[in-house]
T-cell receptor, first 113, second 117 residues
């Protein structure tokens, strides 16, 4: 079965600083990979997804993620964090041909002035 | 973009009663919907897959008689927590994917906070 690991439970960055959230997955073949953001009182919103093709994917709100097969990773990055980016971020993996996805435990991002 | 709604957003009920949570896809049809449960400071745990016109598929360890799922139409799935107990208090989230049976991004509802007293 597939699994997702987000090693950082909580990250604090200064506004304007760069951000990288780590995600590692475990699956025998190429998975479908997602990053979602959850803000308080709001539903999960898809930031970006990787299905195939270019391993560097661009998402909404200035986020990008890079799929590295050799490292089984799909890290999320943003060059300059805004205070509104404070939220919880979930990496997720889906198995091909099937809609079920498995979520990581999430990384809570705090942005300080 | 696609919108999924949930109702109610918050509910408090007494132990032993049943609570129904609705999940609606507002601008698209969803033959499949998913129900998740999220504990505080934890990830989303898939509870079951709701299939329009057929029985739901439950994940291992989820009591199907306790969490009744009905997917009566292409835009509505309901989760009924029967004989609720305080340990059922949680945040319940539904999602619906676009793209039919092919894997695709899912659209999530805003969640329902259930508190059982």
């Amino acid at each position: 079965a597939q699994s997702v690991t987000q090693p950082d439970i909580h990250i604090t960055v200064s506004e304007g600083a760069s951000l990288e959230l780590r995600c590692n997955y475990s699956y025998g073949a190429t998975p479908y990979l997602f990053w979602y953001v959850q803000s308080p009182g709001q539903g999960l919103q898809l930031l970006l997804k990787y299905f195939s093709g270019d391993t560097l994917v661009q998402g909404i709100k200035g986020f990008e993620a890079e799929f590295k097969r050799s490292q089984s990773s799909f890290n999320l990055r943003k060059p300059s964090v805004h205070w509104s980016d404070a939220a919880e971020y979930f990496c997720a993996v889906g198995v091909g041909g099937y809609q079920k996805v498995t979520f990581g435990t999430g990384t809570k991002l705090q942005v300080i002035p | 973009g696609a919108v999924v709604s949930q109702h109610p957003s918050r509910v408090i009920c007494k132990s032993g009663t049943s609570v129904k949570i609705e999940c609606r896809s507002l601008d698209f049809q969803a033959t499949t919907m998913f129900w998740y449960r999220q504990f505080p400071k934890q990830s989303l745990m898939l509870m079951a897959t709701s299939n329009e016109g057929s029985k739901a598929t439950y994940e291992q360890g989820v009591e199907k008689d306790k969490f009744l799922i009905n997917h009566a139409s292409l835009t509505l799935s309901t989760l009924t927590v029967t004989s609720a107990h305080p340990e059922d208090s949680s945040f319940y989230i539904c999602s619906a994917p676009l793209g039919g049976s092919r894997i695709n991004e899912q659209y999530f509802g805003p969640g329902t906070r259930l508190t059982v007293t």
